[in-house]
């Protein structure tokens, strides 16, 4: 009796061996999920807010934790005049409340006040170039952290101070970042958002490079900062402005373009890539994505 | 003696066995037949010098001990006949061909640009030398594109090497081989999962990662006309990429293909790790519609 007590101890144990040694099955629980929604250029035209609050309801069906939005919020601060500007700021703010869970922002060259002059924005208004951004929606960059996971917002558009904009990650926020590095431990798996992206192949194959600046297509100093997160558990860039999807997976860095909630503006699928946006879900150290095409159809029109 | 049944066990028993078989414990791979498995080892590099002849052996070894169905090579299997005498170049293919016998499963190979004979002038070769440009590999190694098809899924190895008639070559599909993949596919069920063997890749952050986000693709390091061929497979089931040339371990998910660049057999061309990617080879596991990848390091350690 005794040995067969021993021997039921014994085969329990193993069976919990084979449950978590074996498989280390804690590790792949899925802590939380996030979705990113980028690129979604909000106005009053082509339906927009129709499919903002299409797109919103989805992700509200599939509840994450949280929502991060990926730039280019509106469609268009950067040229527009200060009504046209501030209406979109107010109309996004309207609309971002269809979201049941928290929304973090990260700010795109379109949501950039008046640097494009052609509406005739006054540079001394108090709310010219990035100042309507902060005093609208937030900080435009910041920190947070989610269930041991750190989330790093980053802004990645430049005034080029010739009328336009560039893809730069700024001096304040190198040093900025170097603080909360030295706050973060080395094994914290860390995600970033930027709106223009670090690194993307795809712009080499659907479009032409001939004559096109760069610096307004990528963070021109994305090595620098790359170079900061060294030594680091740097995970994730989640990137925005292209409207590719495409996931880039070097030396255990993913650097995913997340689609575009508009698509190609609201005009429709952009080349192979539909209107839609990312799903995440995260375990303790690693995680997986999908893209979610939310079904919108583009007005003919 | 009279041994009373354990009956309370029972219960412990079952739930040892709901434990062991429930899907609470970790996923294992259901078995399947159609499942397989396959080695893409790329940039070996193969030469008498470095070592190389240990190193590509002990890779072999690793493979063998893995069981893959079979193995592809990426090309750039022997250093180097480009730039060698005839003498060198030929010494290298049967050197190449000797090595691999020892793998204990089929090798298909793909044609790197190492692997073209004399195109640099240094080499002294005669443009009439029977065994000239890319017929050296032919005449040894087979056809530097085909196609075979294992367990439901197609193979299509590429030749991606085009010699530029002064003294270079660039990444490049060429029209003869175009017209074939349209025969091919034209043959093709769409839903039949592909995988590509290119030397040199479609798709790669290679020259962002090394010299800057903004810096544009060399037609050396990726093949120019990459647009037009991933084109071509638009209405069928491309599933992967494989890709060497540039030693680095890559992977990128566009529009369901994966285009993976696969490290380096060599390393650093027998120097050493290079970059981030060590001596090693990437190791895929296939089901019926689907494939997992990990990158093997095999352990080499150069001698310093």
């Known amino acids: ?301 | 003696m009279f041994k009373k049944p354990l009956y309370y066990l029972v219960p412990i028993k079952i739930i040892v066995l709901i434990l062991i078989f429930s899907d609470t414990g970790c996923k294992r791979d259901k078995a399947d037949k159609d499942a397989f498995s396959m080695a893409f080892v790329t940039d070996i590099h193969l030469q008498p010098e470095l070592n190389a002849v240990a190193g590509f052996e002990k890779a072999l070894d690793t493979i063998n001990d893995l069981k893959p169905d079979f193995i592809i090579a990426g090309g750039d299997l022997i250093m180097d006949a480009l730039g060698a005498q005839y003498d060198r170049a030929d010494s290298l293919y049967n050197l190449y061909l000797k090595t691999i016998r020892k793998a204990e499963m089929p090798i298909y190979n793909t044609m790197g640009n190492h692997e073209i004979y004399g195109l640099y002038g240094r080499s002294g070769a005669d443009p009439e030398h029977p065994e000239y440009g890319e017929k050296i590999y032919e005449k040894r190694l087979g056809e530097t594109y085909y196609s075979f098809t294992h367990k439901g899924w197609k193979f299509m190895i590429l030749n991606s090497v085009e010699d530029t008639g002064n003294e270079g070559y660039v990444g490049l599909i060429d029209s003869a081989q175009i017209l074939w993949i349209k025969e091919e596919l034209v043959r093709t069920d769409p839903s039949t999962p592909i995988v590509i063997s290119t030397h040199i890749p479609f798709i790669s952050a290679m020259v962002q990662i090394e010299n800057g986000s903004t810096v544009a693709n060399d037609s050396s390091l990726v093949v120019y006309n990459s647009k037009e061929i991933i084109d071509l497979f638009k209405n069928h089931n491309l599933k992967l990429v494989l890709q060497g040339h540039l030693h680095i371990v890559e992977e990128i998910n566009i529009d369901g293909v994966h285009y993976i660049t696969g490290g380096a057999i060599s390393g650093g061309w027998w120097k050493g790790p290079y970059m981030w990617s060590e001596e090693g080879f990437v190791f895929v596991t296939f089901s019926k519609d689907d494939f997992t990848w990990r990158y093997v390091d095999y352990g080499w350690e150069v001698n310093k």
Request: net charge negative.
């Open chain 1, 1 to 301: 009796m005794r040995s067969g007590l021993i021997n039921s101890v014994k085969n329990l144990l193993f069976a919990f061996l084979l449950l978590f040694a074996g498989c280390k099955e804690e590790d792949k629980e899925i802590l939380f999920s996030v979705a990113f929604m980028t690129d979604i250029h909000v106005q009053p035209e082509r339906d927009a807010v129709e499919g903002f609050t299409m797109a919103l309801e989805a992700a509200n069906g599939l509840k994450p934790d949280f929502i991060m939005t990926g730039g280019d919020l509106v469609m268009d601060a950067l040229a527009a005049d200060y009504e046209r500007a501030s209406s979109l700021f107010d109309l996004y703010n309207q609309v971002i409340t269809t979201a049941v869970v928290p929304v973090y922002n990260t700010m795109g060259n379109h949501d950039i006040f008046g640097i494009e002059g052609s509406g005739g924005a006054d540079p001394s208004d108090p709310e010219y170039g990035e100042k309507m951004y902060t005093q609208r929606i937030g900080e435009s960059y910041y920190a947070f952290t989610h269930q041991g996971w750190k989330f790093m917002v980053l802004n990645s558009a430049e005034d080029n101070g010739e009328g336009s904009y560039k893809g730069f990650i700024d001096p304040q926020q190198i040093d900025w970042i170097k603080e909360e590095l030295m706050g973060t431990d080395k094994a914290t798996p860390l995600v970033i958002t930027t709106h223009i992206p670090f690194r993307s192949t795809l712009a080499s194959i659907y479009l032409d490079y001939g004559g096109v600046d760069q610096a307004s297509r990528f963070v021109t100093n994305a090595d620098e900062v790359l170079e900061l997160f060294s030594g680091y558990n740097l995970k994730l860039v989640l990137q925005g402005h292209h409207h590719f999807v495409e996931d880039d997976l070097a030396d255990g860095i993913h650097f995913i373009t997340g689609g575009a909630v508009s698509g190609s503006s609201w005009w429709g699928p952009y080349l192979i890539f539909e209107e839609g946006f990312l799903y995440l879900t995260f375990t303790r150290d690693d995680f997986s994505w999908k893209y979610v095409d939310y079904g919108w159809e583009a007005v003919k029109k």
